[in-house]
T-cell receptor, first 113, second 115 residues
Framework: DQQVKQNSPSLSVQEGRISILNCDYTNSMFDYFLWYKKYPAEGPTFLISISSIKDKNEDGRFTVFLNKSAKHLSLHIVPSQPGDSAVYFCAALASGSARQLTFGSGTQLTVLP | GAGVSQSPSNKVTEKGKDVELRCDPISGHTALYWYRQSLGQGLEFLIYFQGNSAPDKSGLPSDRFSAERTGGSVSTLTIQRTQQEDSAVYLC?????????????FGNGTRLTVT
């Protein structure tokens, strides 16, 4: 039973355009959400996070939106750059869970020059 | 400073053999996690160490898997009698628990292939 779902295994976007990566979750106990970025042969690196008390968090070109009622979050990258090409993982956390992150299966983003 | 270091980076082993995977967390990080990523899958939680507390082993898939953390630093994940379905990238992560939401820092992983 996947509690965190990334239904798009891949996404291609033209350089300069917006990339939108989506994530859905089922566990209503999740109250903190993170996005990680992973290049081949490297471990995931933290990108941006959002608490359930917010609906938006912005950091430079990266913005994460949270819709609690829909149990949906999205990561927007604008403008997209070729160096953004990587696998993006959505992860969720329930407070008091000893910080066991639950990860989605990832979306491969390819930004075309 | 140094990040999370994992060794070996790649390991090929025959079915039935035992393997040991090593993780050196970031100095001062009190929490250490093991995850694995099978082909086309997300990261699957395996085990969690926090300070001197008993580890949370709830994610270990079978009793062939075990892990220890010596002196609150280096951790070793051991897989006994490896099976082909154990083939995956095994990722270690550490964090310094400052409140609840400090992000995990991952190593580059060990790619295990069981033939």
């Amino acid at each position: 039973d996947q509690q965190v779902k990334q239904n798009s295994p891949s996404l291609s976007v033209q350089e300069g355009r917006i990339s939108i990566l989506n994530c859905d979750y089922t566990n209503s106990m999740f109250d903190y959400f993170l996005w990680y970025k992973k290049y081949p042969a490297e471990g995931p690196t933290f990108l941006i996070s959002i608490s359930s008390i917010k609906d938006k968090n912005e950091d430079g070109r990266f913005t994460v939106f949270l819709n609690k009622s829909a149990k949906h979050l999205s990561l927007h990258i604008v403008p997209s750059q070729p160096g953004d090409s990587a696998v993006y993982f959505c992860a969720a956390l329930a407070s008091g869970s000893a910080r066991q992150l639950t990860f989605g299966s990832g979306t491969q983003l390819t930004v075309l020059p | 400073g140094a990040g999370v270091s994992q060794s070996p980076s790649n390991k090929v082993t025959e079915k039935g053999k035992d393997v040991e995977l090593r993780c050196d967390p970031i100095s001062g990080h009190t929490a250490l996690y093991w995850y694995r990523q099978s082909l086309g899958q997300g990261l699957e939680f395996l085990i969690y160490f926090q300070g001197n507390s008993a580890p949370d082993k709830s994610g270990l898939p079978s009793d062939r898997f075990s892990a220890e953390r010596t002196g609150g630093s280096v951790s070793t994940l051991t897989i006994q009698r490896t099976q082909q379905e154990d083939s995956a990238v095994y990722l270690c992560a550490s964090t310094f628990l400052r409140g609840d939401n400090s992000p995990l820092h991952f190593g580059n992983g060990t790619r295990l292939t069981v033939t």
